[in-house]
């Protein structure tokens, strides 16, 4: 599903709609890169600066982020993928709505080692695909709750055209790894 | 050395050149702030409003631009990847204006005032600005 530049509401404004139950989380400095190999040599980006927020009452998760954060050792790397891959001006955010499947009341209460397979809806540009992967979590002595997930990104699902020249360059997928430290709101 | 081969010479290292310094290009690592002239001068506070406002229009302004940013420190944080994070303060609890540094910044502590300039990334909840670098 193709979807309108900006649809997504930031999801800080539906906050006063979440008042009952355990305290909810967020961080604004979770970590989505990925990489891969070329014949030109290892390729890496990394963006620091996804948002996120988790209600554990009904495992619901959102993260957004910046394609235009993602950053590359080259900047001749960082233009291509901004300018003719994601068309980042046109479809600055990849987005994920989703929710964790089967989590049990006061299951983020005490410090343990968890997992869960999460479903929900990922936007690349402008496009709108169903995902469902496994993601480890971790409830820290602190309180903070570490999250990661792996998400396999195949290019022509989201409407990314490779142009010609890069064809047989680069990867038609790619696996999107997120790092989130959650800490309570 | 004949004409021919002088020629031959001469071809080949206007190639050579133009191989080393095309490779040069490619392999040059993203700019920093550090040293630009920024195209804009504003408070965190207004950085932050202009984003609220108009998304679409703040984004076409600032995003990909070296903005100067003043603004009072809320926070500073290190996480994974080698890069530093300092919060501005916007006076929205929920929202700041997010500079990303590839150095330590441990000289700054909450509440300082400081100067900030960096290339607008855009807005995601907060603004976030990259490869900043402090402004004496």
Redesign the interface.
């Known amino acids: 599903m193709r979807l309108p ?2 649809v997504h509401v ?1 999801f ?1 404004l539906l ?1 006063p709609l979440f008042t009952h139950g355990q305290e909810r989380y967020f961080t ?2 979770g ?1 989505a890169s990925f990489s891969f190999t070329t014949k030109m040599g290892e390729v890496q980006a ?1 963006n ?4 996120s927020m988790f209600d554990p009452n009904d495992g619901s998760i959102e993260l ?3 394609m ?2 993602f ?6 790397m ?1 233009d291509q993928f901004n300018n003719e891959l994601m068309e980042s ?1 046109a479809w ?2 990849a987005v994920f709505t989703g929710r964790l499947l089967g989590i049990s009341d006061g299951v983020f209460s005490n410090p343990r080692k968890l997992s869960f397979l999460v479903v929900g809806n990922l936007t690349i540009h402008g496009t709108t695909r169903k995902v469902l992967e496994h993601t480890s979590w971790v409830v820290g002595e602190d309180g903070v709750l570490h999250t990661e997930c792996r998400i396999k990104v195949v290019m022509d699902d989201y409407g990314i055209t490779v142009p010609t020249l890069f064809k047989d360059v680069l990867p038609k997928e790619v696996e999107l790894y997120l ?1 989130l ?1 959650f800490e309570k709101l | 050395m004949n004409l021919r081969n002088l020629a031959i010479l001469g071809a080949l290292c206007v190639l050579l050149g133009g191989a080393w310094m095309a490779q040069r290009q490619y392999d040059r690592a993203p700019e920093v702030a550090a040293g630009k002239w920024p195209s804009a001068t504003l408070e965190a506070t207004d950085l932050l409003q202009e984003f609220m406002d108009d998304e679409v229009a703040a984004g076409k302004r600032y995003t990909d631009e070296v903005i100067e940013v003043n603004g009072t420190v809320r926070g500073v944080s290190a996480p994974q990847g080698g890069k530093v994070s300092v919060l501005l303060e916007t006076g929205n609890p929920l929202a700041a204006v997010v500079c990303e540094f590839d150095q330590s910044m441990s000289g700054l502590v909450p509440g300082s005032m400081v100067t900030v300039k960096g290339y607008c990334a855009g807005y995601n909840l907060d603004v976030v600005l990259q490869r900043c670098a402090l402004v004496e």
């Open positions: 530049q900006f930031p800080l906050l604004r400095m970590e990394a620091h600066t996804a948002t957004s982020m910046l235009k954060a950053e590359f050792e080259k900047a001749a960082q001006d600055p955010k790092a430290d």
